[in-house]
């Protein structure tokens, strides 16, 4: 089962993992571009949506590079099945979460969805894995019957900013008790533009939540 869950190549260079390492090995795992803006206090990332929706906190565990580790990573983890990613870095950020002062108040934990037809034909939402370890992290409720994606789109994260803010009707809510007056986190695989994570923080809000932060694996 763990050969599995944990293949024995890594996940960055597809060379041979050894003993004692997990999903990347030792050189990639050095490689990796860290941002981590809750560990440096950089507001890059916050930064990104001011003017645009209020944002209470906001982080990313790595940099995005085109045809960089990162997107390599990202690559596997959406389009070859390699879910382990995610729940690799959930746990990663996750435990960093736990320990930030400014994370403890959050009330829930909520991934951006993808719609239920890419979903059906993917068989699994690449964020999942990586919410729900930083739920666990967190111990707060992981919650994913409330955000839900209603038109379905070509992958974005190439797309040119001004073509990314006609989407705002892509996400509705449900089951708006369960976020009433509560502070999300919401979480996300990449922030790019940071159009998506815009959009779905504004319908969060519209429908009664009191406050928004974000984490994602990376950042471009």
């Given at each position: 089962?763990?050969?599995?869950?944990?293949?024995?190549?890594?996940?960055?260079?597809?060379?041979?993992?050894?003993?004692?390492?997990?999903?990347?090995?030792?050189?990639?795992?050095?490689?990796?571009?860290?941002?981590?803006?809750?560990?440096?206090?950089?507001?890059?990332?916050?930064?990104?949506?001011?003017?645009?929706?209020?944002?209470?906190?906001?982080?990313?565990?790595?940099?995005?590079?085109?045809?960089?580790?990162?997107?390599?990573?990202?690559?596997?983890?959406?389009?070859?099945?390699?879910?382990?990613?995610?729940?690799?870095?959930?746990?990663?950020?996750?435990?960093?979460?736990?320990?930030?002062?400014?994370?403890?108040?959050?009330?829930?934990?909520?991934?951006?969805p993808i719609h239920k037809l890419?979903?059906?034909?993917?068989?699994?939402?690449?964020?999942?894995?990586?919410?729900?370890?930083?739920?666990?992290?967190?111990?707060?409720?992981?919650?994913?019957?409330?955000?839900?994606?209603?038109?379905?789109?070509?992958?974005?994260?190439?797309?040119?900013?001004?073509?990314?803010?006609?989407n705002e009707e892509l996400f509705?809510?449900?089951?708006?008790?369960?976020?009433?007056?509560?502070?999300?986190?919401?979480?996300?695989?990449?922030?790019?533009?940071?159009?998506?994570?815009?959009?779905?923080?504004?319908?969060?809000?519209?429908?009664?939540?009191?406050?928004?932060?974000?984490?994602?694996?990376?950042?471009?």
């Amino acid at each position: 089962m763990l050969n599995v869950l944990f293949p024995k190549c890594c996940n960055g260079c597809s060379g041979k993992l050894v003993s004692g390492e997990i999903v990347l090995c030792t050189k990639c795992l050095h490689d990796l571009p860290l941002l981590a803006h809750h560990k440096t206090g950089s507001t890059a990332m916050k930064d990104v949506f001011f003017g645009r929706v209020a944002v209470e906190n906001a982080t990313a565990l790595l940099k995005f590079h085109k045809k960089g580790l990162t997107q390599q990573l990202l690559h596997n983890l959406k389009y070859r099945g390699r879910e382990q990613i995610g729940v690799y870095f959930g746990k990663w950020l996750g435990t960093e979460l736990a320990e930030t002062k400014l994370y403890q108040n959050v009330s829930c934990i909520i991934p951006v969805p993808i719609h239920k037809l890419k979903k059906r034909k993917r068989g699994y939402n690449q964020v999942t894995g990586f919410a729900r370890e930083i739920a666990e992290a967190l111990e707060k409720p992981f919650i994913e019957d409330v955000l839900l994606k209603t038109n379905k789109t070509t992958s974005q994260v190439f797309k040119q900013r001004l073509t990314r803010f006609g989407n705002e009707e892509l996400f509705s809510v449900t089951n708006q008790q369960k976020i009433m007056g509560k502070h999300i986190l919401l979480v996300d695989d990449i922030v790019t533009t940071g159009a998506t994570l815009e959009n779905c923080s504004n319908k969060l809000l519209a429908a009664g939540a009191s406050k928004i932060s974000l984490a994602t694996i990376a950042m471009a």
